[in-house]
Each structure stands twice: as structure tokens, then as C-alpha cells.
């Protein structure tokens, strides 16, 4: 009769228990000195090991020869555990008993000495769905338990355990299995098995497992189901995951706004047996890696293959970390979106895409501050002298004039400034020169207003006293012309002593000429 491997391979002492030895090493010595708690509460995610190592404990506190705080898995009593033939090692699944009435039960059962083994062992699984009332009924046999009984309440949701139980419990949080681990563990396996499995196709289990060694094993064993040899190809091909090949391709498409490229990819996941959440989720995790890459961590958050990272070096340096933030925001949030309505998953996928190519398709602030990182970008690489990827200098915002462009009119505005000065004192136009100053202020406070702030100049008129701020383009005026940020502006040039008396002397205007001062009257 055949029996999954996850069960054939379960670990029958603590030392062959993978990733947890800062938890089997304190079990192994409480067991071997017979200084067990009365209860335990093993939390953790799920196939890390929690219910494996509550049974293997049920044999050490029971077993006639433990070796080193091990079970020896011979005599009767370790025998008749594994076999499930004794009524003193209970096994509970709270998720199907979470009523008050079966706890109750169970606490007029504890009173009774074992029928076989030297202590009557329950083991809770999924206890955070154990009702209210029920952890009340259980809370007076935990505080105060008869020597023969152990609990071990095993959960992967601890905060929904009430502290009063908490309290009473010796508590191990179970980590997720390191990527090296599992790997480890499924090349044993699978040489045991006579599997082929490569080293990549090993890594790629091991990644989609998220920690889990029994959702390593399941994979591997629905992977070798195909009599094949287990490539990293065949496993993204029979769990539906996308390459990395592949999520860089979509990163350059999306990068060139390649836009015919990224409607076939979609098709081709909706054509195929893969999910548009699957996909997306994989995306995402891609993003993540790159933004990884640009922090200059990847050594110790990635792990990667050697080809992996190289094609991940590539592909990050696409994008700034502004842009890569923007593009994980929109992924994130279409995939709630898909979550909610499924029905429009594959419109949710494009359309995502399509803002993802192009930001001035989304008025996120997100959007806004990638927009603004790129110019950035542009004219560090222009002031030297460095010739921009043709990608990187595309991305204009249409109604705005060039970053560069702006600081010569400014320029040249100060000058007829000055020069009408000369031919008429009653009319003169002063750039503020604090107003750096007073954009880092409002930044401090009002960061959304402060990033629209930059490459923006001020002006104050002699004339009638007033502050004329510059800006680029009317969507940009109207925004700032909201009360709310026009006082975060007036509060930020009182801070900076700007002598302005009221909120009503600061005017926002939209030029773009080259003479600032020559039309002044048309501002007013």
C-alpha cells in the first residue's frame, strides 16, 4: 500500500527534525533529566514541524528505553504510539471540535490514570479554533493538571490563543526551514526514491514551499508523478509558477513599455493552465527581489542561483527604487482587487500593467514621486555629461517642461528681474532665496505637498507685496491651491522669517515664458 512521502519520511526522534534545533534540543534535555512541563504550545507555520515533534514527545515521556532524551522506537509502548493503539496518546483536530462540550468531556476524562503508558498525552492541533468558552473549561486543568497528564497544543495562529493559556504554557515558535535545509532534505529523499531531481528543480520546490518541509515533499513527490527528470522548467510547468526568465522578460517589456508584448503575456497565462493570481504573486515576489538588489543586501535576503542573480542585476537597473516601490504598490493592490472579484482578473492584469508602463496613467503619489525620481535621474546624468538610456529620457510628463529647462528660465527670469529694476524701481520682482529652505520645511510636515514643491521658484514683488510661486502646469497649480496647502506653505515661510503678513499675499501662477516680469499684470 503505498504512503505519501511526507508520512514515509516523518522523523521518529529529535534529531532528525530539519531547521528546529533551538527547539528539539531543550525537548531532548527535558526529557532525558524527566523535567517535561505539563503543557506546551508549539506555534509556528504550517509543515515546520509542530505536530512531528508533539508526537516524538508523547514517545520520549512515555518510552521504556529513551536514548539521549529520544524515543527508542521499539519497545511497546513507542510501538503502540505510532501504530495508534493506545487511547493515552490523544490526538484532537480543534478545528472540527471547537465546542465547549467535548473540552468538558476531556476534563473528566484527565482525572483517570493511563490504561498502558506512564502519561496521558493531548495533543491540540489548530488550537486557536478552540472557542472562548471552551480555553475557559480547559483553563483549570492546565493551571493545575494531575502528574499524569501533558498537554501540547500546536497552532499557526498564537496571537488567537488567549493569554490566560499562554500564561500556563512552555511556548516554541517554530521557524520556517532555511532554503539550504530543504533543499537537503528533498536531494536525501529523492535519492532514496530513486527520483531524478536536479539541484535547480530542488531550489524551486524548496522556494515555493515558503519553509514548509512537508509542502516541499508533497511538491516533490506531485512533480515526480511525471516519470521525468525534475528540471526547474518542469516544476514551473506542472505547479503553474513562472520562471525567472520570465519575470525578467516582463520587467524589460514593462521598462520599454513593450505593450504588445505584455498583452501576450497575459494572454498566454489566461490561454494556459497557469492563474493570473499565481502570476502576479510571482511578479510581485520578483519586484521584491529587485528592490533587494538596489539596496545592496542581496547576499544575505536572496537566495539565489548564480544565473538567477545576474539576470536579477540586469533587470533591476531598469529602474529606480521610486519606480520599483510604485510598480510593487500596483501589484499589491491588484491582487487584492483579483481577490474580491475574480471575474475580472484578466482586465485587473492589464490595465495594471499598462499604468505599470506608463505613470502618468496613475495619479497615485506613488506615481507622482517615481515621475519626479526619473527626471532626477535625467539631469544628474545630463549635468555630467553622461548620455541617458533612451528608455530613461522618454519618460516626460507631457505637461511639464524639462527639469533643466526650468532652472535657465528661472535664471533668466532673475535677470530681467534685475534689469527692470534699473529702468523702473516700482516694479520689481525678487527671487526669495530661502525657498529651499521653505520646501524642506513643508516636506518635513506635508510630504505630499512638498514633493509637487520641487523645481518650483519664488518670487516677491515690491510692487504689491505679494509672493508669486512658479509653477509648471495648471494640474500642479491647482492642487497647491487647496487651503490646506497653501497654509502648509505659509506656515513653512513664517518658520523660514519669510516677512509675509498673510495667506493672501502668496499667489500661485502657471508660467512657462521666459519673461516673468514683463507680464506681471496679466497675474493680477
Known sequence: MHQALYRKYRPFVFDDVYGQEHITSILRYEAMHDSVSHAYLFSGSRGTGKTTCAKILAKSVNCLNPKDGNPCNECENCRAIDSGATTDVIEMDA???????????????VMYTPAMLKKRVYIIDEAH???DSAFNALLKTIEEPPEHVLYIFATTEQHKIPATIISRCQRFEFRRISLKSLVERLMFIAKNEEIDLTDEGATLIAKTAQGGMRDAISLME?????????????????LGTSSYDKMCDVA???AEKNYGKIFDTIN????SSKDILVFFADLTAFYRDMMVQKSNVADSYLELLPSESKLLSETSSLFNMATLIHHATLLDEAYASMLRNPANKRLTAEITLMKMCDPKLSESMDAVLSRLSKLEDKITLLSKGVVAPQSAIEEEVESEEKAEEIKVEASQAAENAENSNTSNPSQSLEELDCWGEVISKVMEKDTPTGSFLRGTLCYYSSKNSRYYLVVQNAFTEQLLSSDKNKKSIFDAMLLCEVDIGSIGQLKIIVKKGKDVLSDLDEFE
Open 129 to 131: 479554533m478552540l472557542s
Open 252 to 254: 524589460k517589456n514593462i
Open 95 to 109: 478545528a472540527t471540535n471547537t465546542g465547549v462540550d467535548y473540552i468538558r468531556d476531556l476534563r473528566e476524562n
Open 222 to 238: 506531485l512533480c515526480a508523478g511525471s516519470h521525468k527528470t525534475i528540471t526547474a522548467e518542469l516544476v514551473n510547468e506542472i
Open 268 to 271: 498566454e497565462v489566461v490561454t
